[in-house]
């Protein structure tokens, strides 16, 4: 596709249900990340992969989060036991390589906006 | 904790005035800052990069400034045009072990009225 996209774009559930969250990123890139964005704040840094690998997830903030991306393209970001406070705008983005001193640009797909009830 | 501080908040200003925007930060070791442009309801994209050799880039009416001794940056917006209401996100990235870990401003606001 022409840019990165995620599905659902919008995700309502309930407390203490899981839900997943799914990117495409850009053919070819082969760097995606995972980010989260509350109401009226910056983006926050979640994990990052290089291929298939998880290169960096010194962001998720507990073990109800989990990305995979198994097959070093489309990822999932798996939130178990849903919490009110998981609600946001989760962004996927991607880029060419990581190897480059974090230069390569990241191109943002649309998000998908969680919200727990 | 690595941080970035964006200022003002937001930002109203009228079609065809300039602006400029601040941010600071206290991110280590610093590796490059961003500039991004968030429209509502879509994904960052990236404005402009520079490095800590870098202390001016430009892309078309929006020119970037870089004090790394100061750690300071803002983006300097002229000739506003109508299509620059947006958030503006300052974003700077660290060298942590192997990775290269960006720190997010929450923005800047920007309204442009007619």
């Known amino acids: 596709g022409a840019g990165v996209s995620q599905t659902p774009s919008n995700k309502v559930t309930e407390k203490g249900k899981y839900v997943e969250l799914r990117c495409d990123p850009i053919s070819g890139h082969t760097a995606l990340y995972w980010y989260r964005q509350s109401l009226g704040q910056g983006p926050e840094f979640l994990i990052y992969?290089?291929?298939?690998?998880?290169?960096?997830d010194s962001g998720l903030p507990n073990d109800r989060f989990f990305a995979v991306r198994p097959e070093g393209s489309v990822s999932t970001l798996k939130i178990q036991r849903t919490e009110r406070g998981d609600s946001a705008v989760y962004l996927c983005a991607s880029s060419l390589t990581w190897a480059s001193g974090g230069f390569d640009t990241q191109y943002f797909g649309p998000g998908t906006r969680l919200t727990v009830l | 904790k690595n941080q970035v501080e964006q200022s003002p908040q937001s930002l109203i200003i009228l079609e065809g005035k300039n602006c400029t925007l601040q941010c600071n930060y206290t991110v280590s070791p610093f590796s490059n800052l961003r500039w991004y442009k968030q429209d509502t309801g879509r994904g960052p994209v990236s404005l402009t990069i520079m490095t800590f050799s870098e202390n001016t880039k430009s892309n078309g009416r929006y020119t970037a400034t870089l004090d790394a001794d100061t750690k300071q940056s803002s983006l300097h917006i002229t000739a506003s045009q109508l299509s620059d209401s947006a958030s503006y996100i300052c974003v700077v990235s660290a060298k942590t072990g192997g990775s290269y870990i960006p720190t997010f401003g929450r923005g800047t606001s920007l309204i442009v009225h007619p």
């Open positions: 992969f290089q291929g298939t690998g998880a290169a960096d």
